[in-house]
């Protein structure tokens, strides 16, 4: 069988190729007449940018204020600015879990190891001995008494050492040595404490941004030649960022900075989508703006369309670079266009009022709704890597019951991680069939899980909701998140929708490439109301 093929070749009747080169239509005042319809032939009296020169002045941010008035000096190439105000003190006496124990005393006899002074581990081992959880705490917590048993007698209690010798300076006491044997045992110590500031960042005694009473973050940021200071008032922790902070008006107490001129070339502002400038190019099909449903109350989209179609191709971009760390003011734009006019452009952010209200993108808002011409650049993680939760607490009304309860629904295990409070709950033993012809016994009220714990309102103003112990249960919180027995807590933290609060643990990387890892908290909104199952005055069957 033979195959055909067929090939369509183009035959010309003539030497020439400027006919078929030239495109020729049968009616050109069509495409005259089509330009005027679209509105190609509307001029407008201006030129093209051709060259832009920006001054600006930038403001070091140099201090972090936290919650009760303590300062940290800021490093744009140290430790991230979420990480200076998320921290949590990790090392104290509470927050010591079996398996931070274990992975300490592991590190500080790897320390002593490169530092040739392996004589000492057994010394090590003998004074500062890891034990074991009994009685209740094992019950609560086995994971912990597997790991206790596998790391006693091999490891030190890295807690016990750690309150030795953390502080710099501080050496193994326990360990009776002489002059000569601690000058050796120094270099491992440093090495181990660096080590601990890595994992374990700890801020100093009362720098904790963290407000019990509201479960919200507070700080300040402050740059000494800016006339505004950055208030973060009710941080939610998750992603700190310019738009966590309001700019507040505050005397500048150092001159400001000399302003610095840059000479640019605008380039246009091109997007995915965008129209093409001319009719006969063909445009990316993955977008149809013209496909875009908006309907008259729909602002937000109706605006987007309309710079998407009509303006897009006024926009040009000014690339400047900004310091990490900084706060950067405008302090005049003049733009040259092809023509060899120059236009001084103004600044689009106005103050508020009536009749011109302002407008502005990316810039700090003020407490009165306004906002301040400036570009916040803070020092910020910029993809941390967040682990698994180790706590969460829910909050939430019962109208029912007229209380709000703070449920832990998990909190952190010895094993470092998350341990579900309902696994360790007391469970009611089964009544038998003969309870059926039992006498009935009169219940002041029923009891709830240990894990609920009910926060009371308080008398007087402002309102406060007290956290509270149901009889019979003498459970306390395991957590941290909720305070102890008695603590306060602001009443109007509790929303009719409810509270989430989580701690996790985060890993990022500063500019100059150092590894920083915390404990952090975060607020979510709950998922409303609910009920307790807490009922008066009821009959119990008595088996």
């Given at each position: 069988m033979n195959d055909l093929y067929l090939r369509l070749e183009p035959r010309t009747r003539a030497d020439d190729l400027t006919p078929g080169l030239a495109a020729a239509v049968h009616d050109p005042a069509w495409l005259l007449a089509r330009q005027w319809v679209m509105g190609e032939f509307d001029g407008e009296d201006a030129g093209t940018p051709v060259l832009a020169s920006t001054t600006l002045r930038t403001h070091a941010l140099?201090?972090?204020?936290?919650?009760?008035?303590?300062?940290?000096?800021?490093?744009?190439?140290?430790?991230?600015?979420?990480?200076?105000?998320?921290?949590?003190p990790t090392l104290a006496a509470a927050r010591w879990t079996m398996r931070r124990r274990i992975d300490v005393g592991r590190e500080l006899l790897q320390r002593l190891r490169e530092a040739g002074l392996a004589a000492l581990i057994t010394d090590v081992v003998r004074e500062y001995r890891l034990g074991v959880p009994t009685g209740g705490e094992a019950l609560l917590d086995p994971q912990a008494v597997g790991l206790a048993r596998v790391a006693a007698g091999r490891l030190p209690d890295g807690q016990a050492c750690h309150d030795d010798a953390?502080?710099?300076?501080?050496?193994?006491?326990?360990?009776?040595?002489?002059?000569?044997?601690?000058?050796?045992?120094?270099?491992?110590?440093?090495?181990?404490?660096?080590?601990?500031?890595?994992?374990?960042?700890?801020?100093?005694?009362?720098?904790?941004?963290?407000?019990?009473?509201?479960?919200e973050y507070r700080a300040r940021l402050l740059a000494p030649s800016w006339s505004h200071a950055l208030v973060a008032e009710s941080e939610r922790g998750g992603r700190v960022d310019w738009a966590s902070f309001d700019a507040v008006a505050v005397p500048a107490s150092a001159p400001p900075p000399a302003p610095l001129?840059?000479?640019?070339l605008p380039t246009p502002v091109r997007f995915r989508g965008m129209p093409l400038a001319r009719h006969f190019e063909m445009e990316d099909a993955g977008i149809d703006l013209g496909a875009v449903d908006a309907s008259?109350?729909?602002?937000?989209?109706?605006?987007?369309?309309?710079?998407a179609l009509v303006y897009a191709g006024d926009m040009f971009m000014i690339p400047v670079r900004v310091p990490l760390g900084t706060v950067a003011e405008i302090v005049s734009l003049d733009v040259e266009d092809n023509f060899g006019l120059t236009t001084r452009i103004a600044s689009a952010a106005r103050a508020p009022n009536a009749n011109a209200p302002g407008w502005s993108f990316l810039a700090p808002a003020t407490p009165?709704?306004?906002?301040?011409?400036?570009?916040?650049?803070?020092?910020?993680?910029?993809?941390?890597?967040?682990?698994?939760?180790?706590?969460?607490?829910?909050?939430?009304?019962?109208?029912?019951?007229?209380?709000?309860?703070?449920?832990?629904?998990?909190?952190?295990?010895?094993?470092?991680?998350?341990?579900p409070r309902a696994e360790t709950a007391p469970v009611a033993p089964e009544r038998g069939e003969s309870a059926v012809a039992a006498a009935l016994a009169y219940c002041l009220m029923t009891a709830a899980p240990p894990h609920w714990f009910p926060l009371v309102l308080e008398?007087?103003?402002?309102?406060?909701?007290?956290?509270?112990?149901?009889?019979?249960?003498?459970?306390?919180?395991?957590?941290?998140?909720?305070?102890?027995?008695?603590?306060?807590?602001?009443?109007?933290?509790?929303?009719?929708e409810g509270l989430r609060l989580l701690r996790e643990r985060v890993l990022a990387r500063s500019s100059d490439g150092a590894t920083h890892l915390w404990t952090r908290r975060r607020r979510q909104v709950g998922r409303g109301e609910g009920s307790s199952g807490l009922a008066?005055?009821?009959?119990?069957?008595?088996?």
């Open positions: 140099a201090e972090l204020e936290l919650g009760a008035g303590q300062r940290v000096r800021l490093d744009p190439a140290g430790a991230p600015l979420d990480m200076l105000i998320e921290r949590e953390g502080a710099p300076g501080a050496t193994l006491a326990r360990l009776g040595l002489g002059g000569a044997d601690i000058a050796r045992l120094e270099p491992a110590l440093k090495a181990w404490r660096e080590w601990l500031a890595t994992v374990h960042a700890e801020p100093a005694a009362g720098h904790d941004a963290w407000d019990a009473k509201r479960f001129t840059i000479t640019t008259a109350a729909d602002l937000a989209r109706m605006a987007l369309l309309e710079f009165s709704g306004g906002r301040v011409p400036a570009l916040v650049l803070p020092h910020v993680a910029g993809h941390p890597l967040v682990g698994p939760l180790i706590e969460d607490v829910r909050l939430m009304r019962d109208e029912m019951a007229n209380l709000v309860w703070a449920i832990e629904r998990a909190t952190e295990g010895g094993d470092g991680r998350a341990k008398p007087g103003l402002p309102r406060r909701l007290r956290l509270a112990l149901l009889a019979p249960s003498t459970e306390v919180p395991r957590g941290l998140l909720l305070p102890a027995p008695g603590g306060l807590v602001n009443e109007e933290e509790v929303p009719r008066f005055d009821e009959a119990e069957v008595q088996g």
